[in-house]
């Protein structure tokens, strides 16, 4: 068994050349990817293993190599701009065929600004902040001689574990969505959280009885509104009411004076 060696590169991943060990060279790829303005799919095909498995925060589920592809195309079209500054990384040569990476750093991500209407508008430096987002983690990866040339070996990364610190990216959205509801409370009116419009259209139909009732019966303003019962009758005004028969003006209703 060879003895293991360990490369510490502690500046820019740019600064990674093809003298630098495998996984170093394939960290260097990945970051390459993220920050590409549009990710190339055969690129990450060729650099994720057909096996790989990414895990992040620890999660119970991992997923794999095209899910993985998927969510780097998905996430960079979000922002307009995206640096990974990696800080520092450690590469541990275990063997020929097996390389392990530790890395740690800090993810920009800067997305469009919108304005009182919600229109995206164009990056400006001074309308436009950047998300933070620190992460650091391992890549475990494969090398394998090449059978259709010579010249280079196929190397591939097996699998990733990283934590990323996603708060800034949740915080961003919490707002997003406060501004959203705020530009809807404005066009529409304050609408109460306890109400839905079909309750709303089933109170203004019911004043609109109440109403209707009211005018129709003679009700004085502000009386409640009469039993279902009797809400289909119609009173006239007393002043127009027949006389009781037999009766005599100025006599009692059984007609004895």
């Known amino acids: 068994m060879g003895k293991v060696q ?3 590169h502690t500046t820019s991943y740019q600064a ?4 630098s060990p495998h996984g170093l060279q394939c960290l260097k790829k ?3 990817e993220y920050d590409n303005e549009t990710p ?3 690129s990450l095909d060729s650099l994720l293993a057909r096996d790989f498995t990414d895990n992040e925060n620890e999660s119970e589920r991992s997923i794999g190599r095209e899910e993985s592809i998927e969510n780097i195309i998905s996430n960079r079209k979000r ?4 640096q990974m500054d990696l800080k520092r990384a450690v590469c541990i040569e275990h063997d020929a065929k097996r390389q392990e990476v530790l890395f740690e750093g800090v993810r920009f991500m800067l997305f ?3 304005d009182d209407r919600g229109l995206e508008l164009p990056i400006v430096e001074d309308k436009g902040d950047w998300i933070r987002v620190p992460f650091s983690g391992r890549i475990e990866v494969r090398t394998k001689e090449n059978r259709y040339t010579l010249k280079e070996a196929v190397i591939e990364i097996v699998s990733r574990r990283w934590t990323v610190d996603n708060s800034q990216l949740v915080k961003r959205e919490l707002m997003s969505n406060r501004r959203s509801q705020s530009r809807t409370a404005t066009a529409t009116g304050p609408v109460s959280p306890i109400s839905s419009p079909s309750e ?3 109170r203004s139909q019911s004043t609109g009885q109440s109403q209707s009732s009211q005018s129709h019966i003679g009700l004085p303003g502000g009386m409640s509104e009469l039993p279902a ?5 119609v009173v006239h005004d007393t002043k127009s009411l027949p006389p009781y028969p037999g009766s005599v003006a100025g006599s009692s209703v059984d007609g004895r004076a």
């Open 16 to 19: 990674i050349t093809t003298k």
């Open 6 to 8: 360990i490369h510490e």
């Open 200 to 202: 709303t259209l089933l």
């Open 79 to 82: 922002c307009s701009r995206h």
């Open 112 to 114: 469009p600004f919108e």
């Open 40 to 42: 190339s799919r055969a």
């Open 30 to 32: 990945l970051f390459l």
């Open 229 to 233: 019962a009797l809400s289909g009758l």
